[in-house]
């Protein structure tokens, strides 16, 4: 593909390339958008799909309703410690003016006023019991406050182990969607490699070899790309163990090729010049020569020396005379450089 001399094979070849990518590129985004839409084949999973689902919904009114109990008892403790402290605060003015009355009245000595030290004694005596009521309320609602802190979390440990089971076997099932969602998805694109796989070693140089490559980069995009969001926690395993089998099997390739190629080369070298000249190419020829290689033997050759007429490695003619004027030239040009003449 690099032997193109001529200038606009060059660029048309270039253009071609471009090709490759953008085809590369629509087929990446087609097949970017065809793997992301696969998860929508599967629906989503919630917890409640894995419980008893009376049970942990009688459990979950139940917390619920110990939680509301427990706001309620809450606010009536509030209030009742509220009273409690203003039934005490009453009942402690009250026997602050009396114990200073009474010491008045000791110092007065005045008889008329014993009933009224019996009215006051009973009516801090009421005040007393007033408070003492208040405290029992007090701690009535602190009893109440703890029952319901205690059902609610008695039953709150109930819906956590009911829920702990349902939640380890929701996520085995979404370990098995997600496997799921990653074979339909090495389904597609495993696929696509193999087709690369022998795309590349028998059509890389045919006719249509832009859209083969375009293809071949997609497909190892898709692969090695594409992929790796939606791999399982070991699918690690599966990219890098397909990454070694490609990489194998593209140096297995690469060896058999180059072995291949010095099998062949040692073939030609063997045979007459004549037959050695006509299975080169004109334009292979002149490309391997522009690189001051033998086009022969490839292997390099001072072709600026004029005493050297053929190539020191393989034999083959490198320089001649034309048939007409005599001129050095190059035995692979097909016409005379001097005087026009084509060569034998
Ligand atoms: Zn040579
Ligand atoms: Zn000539």
Redesign the pocket.
């Known amino acids: 593909m690099g032997k193109a001399l001529r200038l606009s094979e060059k660029w048309f070849r270039r253009g071609l390339w471009l090709v490759a990518l953008v085809f590369a590129g629509f087929l990446i985004g087609l097949g970017g958008t065809i793997v992301g839409d696969l998860p929508k084949v599967e629906a989503p999973l919630r917890v409640d799909d894995f419980l008893d689902r009376t049970a942990a919904q009688a459990l979950r009114s139940q917390v619920k309703e110990a939680h509301q109990a427990e706001q309620d008892a809450q606010a009536a403790l509030e209030q009742a410690r509220l009273q409690r402290a203003k039934a005490r605060s009453e009942n402690q003015a009250e026997r602050e003016t009396f114990n200073n009355w009474l010491a008045a009245r000791q110092a007065t000595q005045r008889a008329e006023h014993d009933p009224e030290v019996i009215a006051r004694t009973q009516a801090l005596d009421a005040l007393k019991g007033r408070e003492r009521q208040a405290q029992q309320a007090v701690e009535a609602q602190e009893q109440a406050l703890l029952d319901a802190r205690q059902g609610a979390q008695a039953a709150q440990q109930q819906l956590d182990a009911l829920e702990r089971g349902g939640y380890e076997k929701l996520a085995a099932a979404q370990r098995t969607v997600e496997l799921r969602v990653f074979l339909y998805r090495l389904a597609l694109t495993l696929p696509l490699l193999v087709a690369a796989g022998w795309l590349f070693a028998k059509k890389r140089q045919g006719t249509w070899w832009p859209f083969v490559w375009g293809f071949i980069f997609f497909a190892l995009f898709a692969f090695f790309v594409e992929l790796v969001p939606y791999l399982p926690s070991y699918g690690g395993y599966v990219r890098y163990v397909v990454g070694i089998v490609v990489t194998a099997l593209v140096g297995r390739y690469a060896i058999v090729a180059l072995n291949g190629y010095l099998e062949r080369q040692k073939q030609a070298e063997a045979l007459p010049d004549q037959e050695r000249r006509k299975e080169l190419s004109y334009d292979v020829a002149l490309a391997r020569l522009a690189k001051s290689v033998c086009p022969g033997c490839e292997r390099p050759v001072d072709l600026k020396n004029d005493q050297i007429d053929y190539c020191p490695h393989c034999g083959i003619g490198l320089f001649d005379r034309?048939g007409?004027?005599s001129?050095r030239?190059s035995a692979f040009a097909r016409f005379?450089h001097?005087?026009?003449?084509q060569a034998a």
């Open positions: 034309c007409h004027c001129t030239k005379c001097a005087c026009g003449t």
